[in-house]
């Protein structure tokens, strides 16, 4: 495939309630900082062209007052409790028109890595209209999505969130190996931040 120019933004879906974990789990702490905080410094990391987008809906005013939102440009979700697909929506809509793309993050996966991030760049930038990295055969995040999917990505609808345009279209997907399985590690309940604490202490180069 030819190369083509990028200029993709990165959102940052946090707008849910988060129910299994029975609390705000955007702001649990790892190393005395917010799991939200953590994904956005490692955002952060990467040199972008438009700013990156992070969506908050529920108790958006107390994520807004424990983490430091000056480098993203936040954008509510009113209707976050009808599923991802309400967020990918604000998140897409809230982009640049020029933006050529959409890369997917999630705020409780705090584990991902700058490398991981350029890896799933470089292989959009190659040419694939759906990238993610792959941890041993599983799919994880970032999820890349070009911009000619934002009329599919705006017609989903419930907590699907791009897998179903991913799972129709299996032959345009690329699948970047790497050896983080940070890329697959989401705090769903409070023994996943166990794990998530777990995977740091026992080696892990993420850099947290």
């Not at 897998?163 to 697959?184: A, D, H």
Request: charged fraction near 30%.
């Amino acid at each position: 495939m030819n190369s083509k120019e990028m200029a993709p933004t990165a959102l940052i879906f946090a707008a849910g309630k988060g129910k299994r974990y029975r609390d705000l789990k955007q702001l649990a702490k790892i190393k005395g900082k917010p799991v939200i905080q953590h994904v956005i410094d490692t955002v952060q990391r990467i040199d972008w062209k438009f700013e990156p987008v992070l969506v908050l809906g529920y108790k958006s005013d107390r994520i807004r007052d424990s983490i430091d939102t000056s480098r993203v440009k936040v954008a509510e979700n009113p209707q976050f409790a009808r599923g991802l697909s309400t967020s990918m929506k604000t998140g897409v809509k809230a982009c640049s028109s020029e933006t050529t793309g959409y890369l997917f993050f999630l705020a409780d996966m705090p584990l991902i890595s700058p490398e991981d991030i350029r890896a799933v760049l470089a292989g959009a930038s190659s040419g694939y209209s759906l990238v993610a990295p792959s941890y041993h055969g599983t799919r994880g995040f970032p999820v890349y999505i070009d911009r000619c999917w934002k009329e599919d990505l705006l017609d989903v609808t419930g907590d699907m969130g791009a897998r179903e345009i991913i799972k129709k279209n299996q032959g345009k997907l690329s699948l970047v190996s790497t050896e983080n399985r940070g890329v697959i590690m989401d705090i769903d309940e409070k023994e996943d931040l166990k794990k998530v604490k777990t995977y740091i202490t026992e080696g892990s180069e993420i850099g947290i």
